[in-house]
């Protein structure tokens, strides 16, 4: 069927500009859909700016940065007041690389790192959806670092911004299992497919200033050749675009991300993603995908029209359907998402406001027939892929711990240099895994000893030295650069789990499996709202705590209690672990404990534990 920007009634001109293309009078869209609509395909003014000689850009120009791989950002602990003043902020800007699957050549991630000492913070920062981060980064710097990050193959376009974020997808290098490869490779088109035609990044950030030639390496599929502003519109109606065939002039309502996985390893957490893809096999052989949408776990504190959400199953479909019907979810939620509130221009809300049957609907109007209803298979299992394993070619991979995925050196502990000597010694790849931490791949089997030999050599623990509670535990970067952090979380999170694992070993616990996740705001980044406990900071140094999610990632947790301070995070949760060791069933999670007490029994027996250990 044709897509449904020519088949719609007539629109208004305020329902062209803002993407709808429904009868009913659209509200004002939002200054951010003005923004990019008036930016000719994410252009705007962000070439002039770039050297206008300041330090930071203009409003409009960080709407579109985003959608070119970057925020700017100020650190607040440097925030100088003076008298009669704002406070003066020192901007830098955080660049974000698209790496679909998370995979890296050798050479590719040592480049990373020489341009995060070269260009950044002299760190780099491995992100909860594969891809790889840059912090500190000056204005000055910006376009020799995107170039730079294009040179090697690699991209920024789209990492961030209102449009198919990073792909992702289980990392693992099986390659006796064929489903492996091709979930990969899903990944791998999927992301082409999806990726913005815009010629606006090439131009500002591609383009030699001395010879005015474009270098169109790493950065996306060429738009082949389309002018900036040719839309068609025929008869009134909103027509192919020609230069954003998928997206048009106004892109998505918010961002959209999509992960590709299987029931019995869902390391990629479908059920968090707008899109899932659940791949279903039969005999080494993918025979179709259970699509899952609706996912999303950011959330605005002052708004409570605003929640987290898991995705919901709707249909199956056959693997040469995927990218096709991947596109028409895109589409319905382009032209139906909500474009005057961006609290709620989620695909989850749309879906939530007309009901999963309405939007299945659309989405087989817009793909051209009638969808399957989901095949009953649903995930089971979680492998964080860590530690070693046989890939069934000969060689091995080896999955390396890196505590939320920020990647430096430090006294007695110098990771970045490990790396970068694992790398250079062993030749192997690279990927990086969902929960910030990454493999090396091919490596010949004479090399373990030698390879776990350099890690200690520069202080790095191996992954089978790292306690349960802190291997599945995972933090946002939040305060002092994220605009949004209310208050800590990658820099406390580690004293937190020095805490948790002393009360674990008291308790017996130490090797259970549970998720610990740790957010600087409700915006959900390291999903903490499926997790076993979820740690979401709700005032400067105090955190929500949310118990009852589970390591597979299908079902939303619940507050347990709230504004719990920072250094009572672990005193407040240990009577709930006491509980579970006594009366948990056989074979029960945590979470799945706590799901199952429910949080008023649960604060009933803690207050009683409390109690009776007072007196």
């Excluded at 341009?115 to 594969?130: E, K, M, P, Y």
């Excluded at 909103?238 to 002039?249: N, R």
Aim: charged share 25%.
């Amino acid at each position: 069927m044709p897509d449904a920007q020519s088949t719609a009634p007539e629109a208004s001109a305020d329902q062209m500009n803002s993407g709808s293309t429904t009868a009913k009078p659209a509200a004002k869209p939002s200054a951010a859909e003005g923004v990019k609509l008036a930016s000719n395909y994410l252009a705007g003014d962000i070439a002039k700016e770039l050297v206008d000689g300041q330090s930071m850009f203009g409003k409009a120009s960080t709407v579109l940065l985003k959608h070119h791989g970057t925020y700017q950002q100020d650190d607040r602990e440097t925030r100088t007041v003076r008298e009669g003043q704002k406070s003066a902020r020192e901007y830098s800007f955080m660049v974000r690389c698209r790496i679909p699957g998370g995979k890296l050549t050798r050479e590719q991630f040592l480049a990373q790192l020489d341009f995060g000492d070269q260009l950044a913070n002299h760190t780099v920062r491995i992100t909860t959806r594969q891809g790889i981060q840059f912090h500190g980064v000056l204005k000055g710097n910006l376009k020799e670092l995107i170039k730079r990050i294009n040179d090697v193959q690699l991209s920024t376009l789209a990492a961030c911004g209102d449009v198919e974020r990073n792909v992702m997808c289980c990392p693992a290098p099986h390659y006796q299992d064929p489903v492996h490869a091709e979930l990969q490779d899903l990944a791998d088109r999927l992301a082409h497919h999806l990726a913005p035609r815009t010629r606006a990044y090439h131009e500002i950030w591609l383009t030699d200033p001395d010879t005015g030639e474009e270098s169109l390496v790493g950065g996306g599929p060429s738009p082949n050749g389309a002018a900036h502003g040719q839309v068609h519109h025929g008869n009134g109606h909103a027509g192919e675009d020609h230069v954003e065939p998928i997206y048009g002039p106004t892109y998505l309502p918010r961002k959209f991300k999509t992960a590709i996985g299987l029931p019995g390893d869902n390391c990629v957490d479908l059920y968090a993603n707008d899109l899932g893809l659940m791949a279903i096999c039969e005999n080494y052989r993918v025979i179709g995908y259970n699509v899952l949408v609706g996912g999303g776990f950011g959330v605005t504190p002052s708004a409570a029209k605003t929640f987290p959400a898991v995705a919901k199953r709707m249909a199956f479909c056959s693997p040469d359907e995927v990218v096709d019907l991947a596109t028409a979810v895109i589409k319905v939620q382009r032209d139906y998402g909500n474009r005057s509130d961006r609290k709620v221009a989620r695909l989850k809300y749309l879906i939530a406001n007309r009901g999963l049957d309405w939007f299945k609907e659309q989405v087989e109007q817009y793909f051209g027939h009638k969808l399957a209803d989901p095949h009953p298979d649903d995930v089971h299992g979680f492998d964080d892929h860590l530690g070693w394993h046989e890939q069934g070619d000969g060689r091995l991979f080896y999955g390396l711990n890196i505590e939320n995925g920020r990647v430096l050196d430090r006294e007695g502990f110098r990771l970045k240099s490990a790396l970068r000597a694992v790398l250079t010694r062993f030749g192997p790849n690279v990927r990086l895994t969902s929960h910030q931490s990454l493999l090396f791949t091919n490596l010949d089997p004479r090399h373990r000893d030698d390879l776990e030999a350099t890690l200690r050599e520069h202080g790095v623990p191996l992954s089978e030295e790292i306690s349960a509670v802190r291997r599945w535990s995972m933090a946002c970067v939040a305060w002092p650069t994220c605009g949004l952090a209310i208050t800590e979380s990658e820099r406390v999170l580690p004293g937190v789990i020095d805490t948790f694992e002393q009360e674990l070993a008291r308790l017996g616990l130490s090797q259970e499996v549970f998720t610990v996740r740790m957010t600087g705001c409700p915006n959900g980044c390291a999903r903490p709202y499926n997790s076993d406990i979820g740690l979401v900071g709700k005032a400067q140094g105090k955190y929500t705590i949310l118990l009852g999610g589970r390591l597979i990632g299908d079902r939303l947790n619940t507050i347990y209690k709230d504004l719990v301070p920072l250094d009572e995070i672990v005193s407040t949760l240990s009577p709930v672990l006491s509980y579970f060791k006594h009366e948990r069933l056989e074979g029960e999670t945590l979470g799945d404990f706590c799901h199952r007490k429910g949080v008023a029994d649960l604060a009933a027996w803690s207050e009683r534990f409390v109690g009776q250990n007072a007196g």
